[in-house]
């Protein structure tokens, strides 16, 4: 699955901003040097443009910070500043920056979701009813299914016993001491009544199993996840939306678009 995740390069995951500044511009280096220290690492700060060369085919970026009056850029978030940058101009600089890699990652991580959570790996209100049954037929779909080694159940529960994957009385996202799945692969279960998880119990089951060279691309998908399901509302809101797989899938990309808001 490498060709369906493939992470993207370090010169495209950056954000790229562009300024604007007013054709006489005697502060034009200081205000370049204010903007990079603003965007830091998290973006990449490209050459001027004038007010007069400003047109909506000749941005090239995904921020544009200004000095002069622009008109709304469609798809382009736009910084208006001081010709001599405030603090708090730089404060919202860096934001913007930081939203628009947020949302990037968002969006990478809802591709890797849509296509990761099938309807054959998808159960809603089994007759599970504790942690060990639920690892155990999940783990057993992906094994089944040619994700996952068949020690992979035997991994993942010795994960749970180590330290617990559930959150807040509401869900848990297991997965194995190892990245060490043939292929990654994401099984659901969604259960309207408690399932006895440990101390705990939960309702929400997400069993990761995921590729040794995906690290990157899992962590990215655990912390999102953990990032919005972190609202015990959202989280109540999917489960009750976890009939079929169709209205799970429908819910999640709500809450992850609400995420950006």
Avoid: K, N
């Avoid at 300024?19 to 204010?34: D, K, M, N, T």
């Avoid at 990478?108 to 209100?125: A, G």
């Avoid at 190892?178 to 309702?203: E, K, M, N």
């Amino acid at each position: 699955l490498a060709h369906h995740f493939q992470l993207p390069r370090e010169s495209d995951s950056q954000v790229t901003v562009q300024f604007v500044v007013p054709r006489y511009a005697p502060l034009l280096a200081g205000f370049h040097s204010a903007v990079e220290r603003a965007v830091g690492d998290h973006g990449f700060v490209g050459p001027p443009l004038t007010a007069e060369e400003v047109r909506a085919e000749a941005i090239d970026g995904d921020v544009v910070v200004t000095c002069v009056h622009l008109s709304p850029i469609p798809g382009v978030r736009t910084v208006r500043v001081s010709p001599v940058p405030t603090t708090a101009d730089l404060s919202a600089i860096t934001e913007a920056v930081l939203a628009v890699a947020a949302q990037r990652r968002r969006t990478h991580v809802w591709s890797v979701l849509s296509d990761l959570i099938r309807p054959e790996h998808y159960f809603s209100d089994t007759a599970w009813t504790d942690r060990d049954q639920v690892i155990t037929a999940l783990a057993q779909v992906l094994i089944d299914g040619g994700y996952a080694p068949d020690w992979f159940t035997a991994d993942v529960l010795e994960r749970e016993r180590l330290s617990s994957t559930a959150f807040r009385d509401q869900f848990a996202i297991p997965h194995g001491l190892q990245l060490s799945a043939h292929r990654t692969g994401i099984a659901v279960f969604v259960s309207q009544r408690p399932v006895v998880w440990g101390d705990s119990s939960v309702q929400l089951v997400m069993l990761f199993a995921f590729e040794p060279e995906e690290r990157r691309i899992f962590r990215d998908v655990f912390d999102t996840l953990i990032g919005f399901l972190s609202s015990p509302q959202a989280t109540a809101s999917l489960i009750a939306a976890g009939g079929t797989h169709q209205e799970f899938m429908a819910r999640l990309a709500e809450l992850m678009h609400d995420a950006g808001r």
